[in-house]
């Protein structure tokens, strides 16, 4: 059956403020694919594409203002891949993101072969995690 998987779709993140998110990934390096909307019985939910790291994150507005409606998963996180994990966390600070959740990015080399990483929260609340392989 894994014949028939393409690759990752998208990664799909609740927000109370769409413009707002668009604004922050935009800041950070990724760019509006596509926006939509959707009419549903409690109202209309927003929806937009956003091309970041690769992949494609799905930015969703839910109808009155709830972040995570009743009955709907969760992500913990989501990893993107870099280079150099220290030169992509400086270009993140340069851009005014301050909410790295260490001071420091974590080396752990017995993991998974050995990594680093360090995380960064999004405007809803969201973890990235910017991730090395050594």
């Known amino acids: 059956m894994k014949e028939m998987y393409k690759g990752l779709g998208h990664i799909a993140i609740y927000t109370?403020?769409?413009?707002?998110?668009?604004?922050?990934?935009?800041?950070?390096?990724?760019?509006?694919?596509?926006?939509?909307?959707?009419d549903t019985p409690e109202g209309e939910k927003?929806?937009?594409l956003v091309e970041f790291g690769g992949f494609?994150?799905?930015?969703i507005e839910p109808p009155a203002g709830e972040l995570v409606p009743a009955g709907e998963g969760s992500?913990?996180?989501?990893?993107v891949y870099v280079d150099d994990l220290?030169?992509?966390a400086?270009?993140?600070?340069?851009?005014?993101?301050?909410?790295?959740?260490?001071?420091?990015?974590?080396v752990l080399p017995n993991t998974f072969g050995g990594l680093q990483n360090w995380f960064f929260t999004g405007p809803s609340g969201e973890e990235i995690e910017l991730l090395q392989m050594l």
């Open 16 to 38: 109370v403020d769409m413009d707002g998110s668009i604004a922050f990934y935009e800041k950070i390096g990724g760019s509006v694919y596509k926006r939509d909307a959707v």
């Open 46 to 48: 927003k929806l937009a």
């Open 56 to 59: 494609l994150l799905e930015l």
């Open 75 to 79: 992500i913990p996180h989501f990893a």
């Open 86 to 88: 220290d030169a992509a």
């Open 90 to 106: 400086a270009a993140i600070k340069a851009a005014g993101i301050t909410t790295f959740m260490t001071p420091e990015k974590k």
